[in-house]
């Protein structure tokens, strides 16, 4: 993002940007099954259901953009993507085969997909440059837990609200006063705040390489 500087130059502006997208945006299948999901947990809870949401970051530099999210690996070109980190989906030691891995992505000039379903976003964390600098420092130093289960014990999977939740308290933003949307719901958020708690180095070593 930049705008004209006050001697006619262009003034570069840095930040961090987050986005809650709803579960689902773009398609019918995870929608659905995100919606039986959550009436499934909020019976079992005796709660309401809420509305489901996964977050994405983009941050703004002045050498330029970058998206960073959580995705499956669709194809083995990961440089062309930013990929930082890979973990396995479902199963640890299905993590071998690609179609059981996900990808961790610092994109320079990517885009998020259906962003134009993004509500309430997006929410600036940071507009510090350096704070933007040391998030994309952190961000490969995720942990690589595996994707659907919740090895830490705490109550909720690992996912992409994790990875996001991971990178925004390892940079040492405040995430207290992060929240998903009115009534919305961020599985796997807490797991990520877990995790930055404990540390990449108390992890086992499959968990944090």
């Not at 090895?151 to 040492?172: D, F, K, R």
């Amino acid at each position: 993002m930049r705008r004209q500087g006050a001697t006619g130059g262009i003034e570069q502006k840095s930040g961090i940007d987050l986005y809650w997208l709803p579960l689902g945006a773009g398609g019918h299948f995870v929608k659905y099954n995100g919606r039986a999901y959550e009436w499934i947990k909020a019976h079992l809870e005796r709660r309401p259901a809420c509305d489901l949401y996964h977050s994405a970051l983009q941050v703004e530099l002045p050498d330029g953009q970058y998206v960073i999210e959580q995705t499956p690996e669709p194809d083995l070109s990961g440089a062309d993507r930013g990929v930082v980190a890979e973990g396995p989906v479902g199963l640890r030691w299905a993590g071998r085969f690609r179609l059981f891995r996900y990808e961790v992505r610092v994109w320079r000039g990517g885009n998020i997909p259906d962003i134009a379903e993004a509500v309430d976003s997006p929410q600036r964390l940071s507009a510090d440059e350096a704070v933007a600098r040391r998030l994309l420092e952190v961000i490969g130093r995720v942990p690589r837990l595996t994707w659907g289960r919740d090895e830490l014990g705490v109550g909720e999977m690992w996912n992409s609200n994790a990875v996001i939740a991971w990178t925004l308290a390892a940079t040492g933003l405040d995430v207290e006063r992060v929240s998903p949307p009115s009534g919305g719901r961020a599985p796997g958020w807490t797991a990520g705040l877990v995790a930055a708690r404990i540390g990449s180095d108390a992890l086992p070593a499959d968990w944090s390489r």
